[in-house]
């Protein structure tokens, strides 16, 4: 995978699929696929070629998308004879890949085991309250819910340092 800021060259999405139909056509590669597909949900380009070394042929697959002056690319090679064994993988991981809008200078809160992610402010902080995760958003004491024996009220206060 390759990403590339292209706002010093702003390119568009047809330029850039254009420009690489025509070196890899220049280049005299075998062009076996190419067109249009999506890339986590925005208009992509793709080619899939091949190349022979003196020992082995080789298939290249590549899918791109630019966003935001953001160019993303995803390739995927290997011997034609173990090609088919890893695209459905590599088919599996640009299924899963996202692109998502980044608003400057906010922070990115990842949690694995619920399987998401949030961005917020940088004056926010996340405080982790055992199994719970909890991102606070003023600087008062606040009341969050607790779900744990023990807890008065079903609520336990927490106070955030910032």
């Avoid at 995978?1 to 025509?22: F, G």
């Avoid at 067109?35 to 298939?59: C, W």
């Amino acid at each position: 995978m390759s990403v590339l800021d292209t706002s010093a060259q702003p390119i568009t999405l047809d330029e850039y699929t254009r420009s690489i139909r025509e070196h890899y056509e220049e280049a005299n590669y075998h062009i076996v696929d190419f067109g249009n597909t999506t890339l986590a949900n925005n208009p992509a380009g793709k080619i899939a070629y091949t190349e022979k070394t003196i020992q082995h042929q080789y298939i290249f697959m590549s899918i791109w998308t630019i966003k935001s002056d953001t160019r993303y690319l995803l390739s995927y090679v290997a011997r034609s004879d173990e090609y088919p064994k890893g695209l459905g993988k590599f088919d599996e991981m640009v299924n899963s890949f996202e692109i998502f809008n980044k608003t400057v200078d906010w922070e990115v809160y990842r949690n694995d085991k619920y399987g998401f992610e949030i961005q917020y402010p940088p004056q926010y902080s996340v405080k982790e309250l055992e199994e719970k995760s909890v991102i606070s958003f003023c600087p008062l004491l606040l009341l969050v819910p607790c779900f744990q024996e023990g807890c008065k009220n079903y609520r336990t206060p927490l106070r955030y340092n910032f």
